[in-house]
């Protein structure tokens, strides 16, 4: 496993060796030693999740304020532009975001570390997104960045309006969002 820090620091990019030939493909997806040595300390995942999204789904930007998650994403089936959005005060990156494409073709996965949003747009007709998270989900510590904050100016490769849940569209701007110091 290979990574790869991006523009932010601190999000890394993973792309697995894979071995294929006529019968198919291996790849080893995870592997604990390999992972904490490319992200430079110890982390415990305790939960993982699995979301289908239909092509112009945009899911976030997530993230919790208390119990904050750290994230390792990828896509097991289609392809996603996945998002990590700094919202540490402290850091020389603050309100910067990086993204990636992610999909079941490149095998790609993302480390968003603690103290980021998360989120993604679907680009193919579905996608299936795994991701692995540092801390159990706590919804009375949930918030959301809204996806299209201008302070922030993510650079979406929309196809028309994206759908989003109620919850998204209700996102706050950086001024008005909960932040991590």
Not at 103 to 110: D, F, G, P, V, Y
Not at 120 to 143: I, N, W
Request: aromatic share 12%; net charge negative; charged share 25%.
């Amino acid at each position: 496993m290979n990574g790869t820090r991006l523009a932010i620091p601190d999000v890394v990019l993973f792309e697995p060796k894979v071995f294929g030939d006529q019968r198919g493909f291996f790849f080893e997806s995870f592997n604990h030693r390999a992972f904490e040595e490319q992200i430079g300390r110890k982390v415990q995942f305790v939960q993982d999740n699995h979301s289908r999204s239909a092509k112009g789904v945009l899911r976030g930007l997530h993230y919790q304020i208390e119990h904050a998650q750290g994230k390792l994403v990828r896509v097991v089936q289609g392809e996603v532009f996945d998002v990590a959005v700094d919202l540490r005060r402290s850091s020389p990156t603050f309100g910067q975001w990086v993204g990636a494409i992610l999909s079941s073709e490149n095998k790609r996965q993302l480390w968003v570390p603690e103290g980021f949003a998360h989120g993604f747009y679907v680009l193919s007709q579905s996608a299936e997104f795994l991701y692995k998270t540092t801390d159990y989900y706590s919804p009375e510590h949930e918030r959301c960045l809204l996806w299209s904050e201008t302070q922030v100016a993510i650079d979406w490769p929309l196809q028309g309006e994206p759908i989003l849940s109620e919850k998204d569209v209700r996102g706050l701007t950086l001024a008005k969002a909960d932040l991590f110091e």
